[in-house]
């Protein structure tokens, strides 16, 4: 017999989570080409789909770069292949494209996914080098009519937590554009003196809790304990920036989150070393009348990249270039967050 007294069974209220309710719904995102309805919804919502990048400015890159049918290009920075794609389609079947990455698993599959959209070997060779051999290759096809370099790391890089990018995610502390080659951040960490880290983290990223950051690494280290993952980096962060007012605080560990691994990440590929070389290079890389179009993503490489070109240009070297930074439409920023912080430059080799 049922006891009357007894409180009515409360139905629990169902937690409606932001994961997908099925795995189904995230595979199919990792199949962009199968399923083109779930992919536009998630761009459309703000998202990038996992595995997917979604390339910057590419109206703007087109209209400066001028691409003409039968001319050689060069993508300095292949990633999903986006940008390429767009170039290639401006070749209307007649010219060449040469892309470098540093990253073989994505390159492969970016390789594979063009060759199944008709971008084969006779219109695109991809160099599984440094962008800084731009001479290199140059030299062998007698000089490009347009450059394109979208610097940093793509959505795939980020979101894959083996490869230790996103302080959101616990993963490995690696942070390599390629990890075959080099040493991890973690493994720099090892070895690293407080001064040093210091210098890094202000240089590299402006960091101004570079001297309390430094020594609460250094320490952590010098008792035994690697900091090996991305969560161990952040609950130090967290911890060193403890004492902030709790109305600042949670902004400041995100801020200062991204400018710390953003120094690692410069650090372990020497990112601002192969981009001075680059730029060196570039001149030499370009056919008379060619262009080139750059995105950088932080001010350490605007900066860079702004200088060379304002030199190459009073050099008679350029015959023009952006003195002022183009940057995406407010349009683009809201549908794609990170396109919030691009900037584009542009020059044009003198004849
Ligand atoms: C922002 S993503 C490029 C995305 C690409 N434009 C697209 O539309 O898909 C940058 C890519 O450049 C590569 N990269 C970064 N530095 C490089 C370097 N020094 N040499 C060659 N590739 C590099 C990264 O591995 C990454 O795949």
């Not at 069974?9 to 795995?23: A, C, E, I, L």
């Not at 090892?190 to 101004?208: C, F, H, Q, V």
């Not at 240009?313 to 967050?337: F, H, L, M, T």
Request: charge should be neutral; charged fraction near 30%; proline fraction near 4%.
């Amino acid at each position: 017999m049922e006891n009357e007294n007894q409180t009515p069974h409360k139905r629990r209220v169902h937690y409606k989570g932001k994961y997908p309710k099925k795995f189904e719904e995230k595979y199919k995102e990792l199949q962009p080409e199968k399923y083109k309805d779930t992919i536009a919804h998630v761009i459309q919502k703000g998202n990038t789909p996992a595995g997917m990048h979604i390339s910057i400015m590419v109206k703007e890159i087109l209209d400066f770069l001028q691409i003409k049918p039968g001319q050689t290009g060069f993508d300095a920075t292949l990633g999903y292949g986006g940008h390429t794609k767009a170039m290639l389609e401006q070749l209307q079947g007649q010219g060449h494209i040469h892309a470098t990455d540093v990253d073989p698993a994505e390159s492969a599959k970016t390789k594979k996914r063009l060759a199944d959209q008709g971008f084969g070997e006779d219109m695109l060779t991809i160099h599984l080098q440094n962008f800084c051999t731009i001479d290199e290759i140059a030299k062998e096809v007698g000089g490009f009519d347009f450059i394109l370099a979208d610097l940093g790391v793509s959505s795939m890089q980020i979101d894959n937590p083996e490869r230790g990018f996103s302080f959101k995610v616990d993963g490995p502390l690696d942070l390599r554009l390629n990890q075959e080659a080099g040493i991890s951040a973690a493994e720099r960490l090892d070895t690293i003196s407080r001064d040093e880290l210091a210098g890094m983290l202000y240089e590299n990223s402006d960091e101004p809790y570079c001297e309390e950051l430094a020594k609460a690494i250094t320490d952590e280290i010098r008792k035994g304990h690697r900091v090996d993952t991305t969560t161990k980096l952040r609950r130090i962060i967290e911890d060193t920036l403890d004492f902030l007012p709790e109305k600042d605080k949670k902004e400041t560990i995100k801020k200062t989150c991204q400018r710390t691994f953003q120094a690692l990440r410069i650090d372990v590929n020497r990112e601002f070393e192969v981009l001075y070389e680059f730029m060196e290079k570039l001149p030499g890389a370009l056919k008379p009348g060619g262009r080139v179009a750059i995105l950088t993503f932080h001010s350490g490489e605007d900066k860079l990249v702004k200088r060379a070109l304002k030199e190459g240009c009073r050099a008679g070297i350029y015959s023009e270039y952006a003195k002022d930074v183009v940057r995406p439409s407010a349009q683009e920023c809201a549908q794609n967050g990170r396109a919030r912080s691009t900037k584009m430059r542009w020059a044009v080799r003198s004849q």
